[in-house]
């Protein structure tokens, strides 16, 4: 049997899954921050959902990433400051793209 590391090594070789995967990889990894912070400050999700005036459900969507809408910025803000955070958000340029 395949570990996780190993499935996704294999299946990244693969250019349709690499280009879904790149996709991706910022949203999921922002989703991954939230969670990570969350735990660290021993917060539930019920908790955090109270704090932001929204519903257990709806944060857990948010963290998911599976939500039909992207979370808004306030909602973002909302959820950082919860955590005692401050939500940063910054234009990087993409190296080798031109804009035309």
């Not at 944060?59 to 990433?65: C, H, I, L, T, Y």
């Amino acid at each position: 049997m395949l570990t996780h590391k190993q499935l996704r090594a294999k299946a990244l070789r693969d250019s349709e899954v690499q280009a879904e995967f790149e996709k991706t990889r910022e949203e999921f990894a922002l989703l991954d921050e939230f969670l990570k912070a969350r735990t660290q400050k021993g917060l539930t999700q019920a908790q955090v959902a109270e704090k932001i005036g929204t519903t257990q459900s709806a944060v857990a969507r948010m963290e998911s990433g599976r939500g039909k809408h992207s979370p808004s910025i306030a909602t973002l803000s909302r959820y950082a400051e919860a955590l005692g955070c401050k939500l940063e958000i910054r234009l990087v340029r993409q190296r080798g793209r031109r804009v035309t």
